[in-house]
């Protein structure tokens, strides 16, 4: 770890407690980046092998004890075109698909409508040693669902206090939860929905209705405020990454990985049988 | 694609027709590999860069006309050690984990006990546009079922037709299947297992029941010639993949999955709305 990676790009993106203006945060900035665009690749590869191998760690104690074994627990938030989808592919492509488990949320079928919001969040928790990354997630149930009136103000604001309990629960039983709100701003998501117009190959990652949720842009924003208000614990944080440089965003989420990862101490676990007596054995067969 | 790349290493790896000896095959042949191992992390970046374009077609595609769409299923088996797990990191880690449903069968649980043998692999079957992976597949109940005498003969032999007819309704539905059975020989089987013992942070990957496998070589040999035998249709073909050198395992199955995909002749779907009208609404927005 040189001098630089000294700095924790955690505590630098972590989301302030207390009241929260979105528009306030420079989705365009880049703290903590040694370099720019250009020096990120090789960057990325330094982070990839420091990543792969304390994931390995933790896939490895989660076979080895999963009674007892920790989880982690990635939530990606961010309006369509934040890079959702970018960070799953950039990111998490640096580590093993076997530890990673992603969910994409969509909106709710009939029968998760049929259950509580939890529901269907719940069936998709990762298990022992494994990576779970949720492209959208229970913040739907606060944010899209907010704004379009979907249920009634009662319903919606009471499930602040739902989430924060339910979370708290993830992390008694050993999920580090960790939250990340892709901030992109509302110019550069111009740009990405006309780019994907301009490129055939892009077009199927275009849905009119893209423009309709832009048309809610403050109502969003003062749904995102509230939330990074009101549910944001140390123990399940929201960090704010600027999302309007792709390379940073891809950088900042796998720099927070690595960080929490770091703090979590693993170490290999122990041989669970007589390593000489198994040496011998295998010299035998 | 240059003159190297018109060799296609399908070719060169389906498994023949008819009776066949495992152990006939050359576990550590390199066939149509242009350098060593060397050369292999270059060439894996050049193929993981096609494949990711396709795949991501494959997946546009799926989204685009659900009803219609394509997918794929790569099946992997092989003895311990073979690599199975190595061929999932480096393989398929080249693609948008998006696009991958990887499932890793173990030991039934008396749950799927209850049911048919295909109805835990049912429930894992790639949905549209996806590239499901089976580390360890249905072929287990015609492999180490038989090998353990878990059923009687008359049991696990009626299997082979059963899954003719499953993996022809497979291909019949849209499901390029893909089997591949990594090769790797008894003594560089041995050198794994003895390298996990010298290695503290390997041990979590030995078993001492890995020996008890082993211990059954010639059976599995057996067992695994009368899979290639059985279930090798045109529809589903059998790969056998030298695997003794890991960059050749990993460099050959991306080649085999690359060559597939290629075949499928994917393009981009067309755009489901007015193009020149989102245009002006984009810019308006």
Same mark, same amino acid.
């Given at each position: 770890?040189?001098?630089?990676?000294?700095?924790? #790009?955690?505590?630098?993106?972590?989301?302030?407690?207390?009241?929260?203006?979105?528009?306030?945060?420079?989705?365009?900035?880049?703290?903590?980046?040694?370099?720019?665009?250009?020096?990120?690749?090789?960057?990325?590869? &330094?982070?990839?092998?420091?990543?792969?191998? !304390?994931?390995?760690?933790?896939?490895?104690?989660?076979?080895?004890?999963?009674?007892? /074994?920790?989880?982690?627990?990635?939530?990606?938030?961010?309006?369509?075109?934040?890079?959702?989808?970018?960070?799953?592919?950039?990111?998490?492509?640096?580590?093993?698909?076997?530890? #990673?488990?992603? $969910?994409?949320? $969509?909106?709710?079928?009939?029968?998760?409508?049929?259950?509580?919001? !939890?529901?269907? #969040?719940?069936?998709?928790?990762?298990?022992?040693?494994?990576?779970?990354?949720?492209?959208?997630?229970?913040?739907?149930?606060?944010?899209?669902?907010?704004?379009?009136?979907?249920?009634?103000?009662?319903?919606?604001? +009471? =499930?602040?206090?739902?989430?924060?309990?339910?979370?708290?629960?993830?992390?008694?039983?050993?999920?580090?939860?960790?939250?990340?709100?892709?901030?992109?701003? $509302?110019?550069?998501?111009? &740009?990405?929905? /006309? +780019?994907?117009? &301009?490129?055939?190959?892009?077009?199927?990652?275009?849905?009119?209705?893209?423009?309709?949720?832009?048309?809610?842009?403050?109502?969003?924003?003062?749904?995102?405020?509230?939330?990074?208000?009101?549910?944001?614990?140390?123990?399940?944080?929201?960090?704010? @990454?600027?999302?309007?440089?792709?390379?940073?965003?891809?950088?900042?989420?796998?720099? @927070?990985? !690595?960080?929490? !990862?770091?703090?979590?101490?693993?170490?290999?676990?122990?041989?669970?049988?007589?390593?000489?007596?198994? =040496?011998?054995?295998?010299?035998?067969?």
């Amino acid at each position: 770890m040189d001098q630089h990676e000294r700095i924790l #790009i955690g505590d630098l993106l972590r989301c302030p407690q207390g009241q929260v203006d979105v528009s306030s945060f420079d989705a365009a900035a880049t703290p903590g980046a040694r370099g720019g665009r250009k020096e990120a690749p090789a960057q990325m590869d &330094e982070l990839g092998a420091e990543l792969s191998e !304390l994931q390995e760690r933790l896939f490895a104690r989660g076979r080895a004890e999963p009674q007892q /074994a920790r989880r982690m627990l990635v939530v990606l938030q961010g309006l369509d075109t934040a890079g959702k989808g970018g960070v799953v592919r950039h990111t998490f492509g640096l580590v093993d698909p076997q530890g #990673i488990r992603l $969910k994409a949320f $969509k909106a709710p079928t009939p029968e998760e409508l049929e259950h509580d919001f !939890l529901w269907r #969040i719940r069936r998709e928790l990762p298990g022992p040693g494994m990576i779970g990354v949720f492209d959208r997630s229970h913040y739907e149930d606060v944010l899209a669902v907010r704004v379009n009136r979907l249920v009634e103000e009662s319903v919606w604001r +009471a =499930r602040f206090e739902t989430i924060n309990r339910f979370e708290a629960e993830l992390a008694a039983s050993g999920t580090h939860v960790v939250k990340c709100f892709l901030n992109v701003s $509302k110019r550069e998501q111009k &740009e990405r929905l /006309a +780019a994907r117009l &301009e490129d055939p190959a892009k077009y199927w990652k275009y849905s009119s209705s893209d423009l309709d949720t832009r048309s809610h842009w403050d109502g969003y924003m003062d749904a995102y405020g509230e939330v990074l208000q009101r549910t944001n614990p140390d123990i399940a944080p929201w960090y704010v @990454i600027p999302a309007d440089h792709k390379w940073y965003r891809n950088w900042a989420v796998a720099r @927070i990985m !690595l960080e929490t !990862l770091r703090g979590m101490q693993l170490t290999w676990p122990p041989a669970s049988f007589d390593v000489a007596e198994e =040496r011998r054995r295998v010299a035998r067969s």
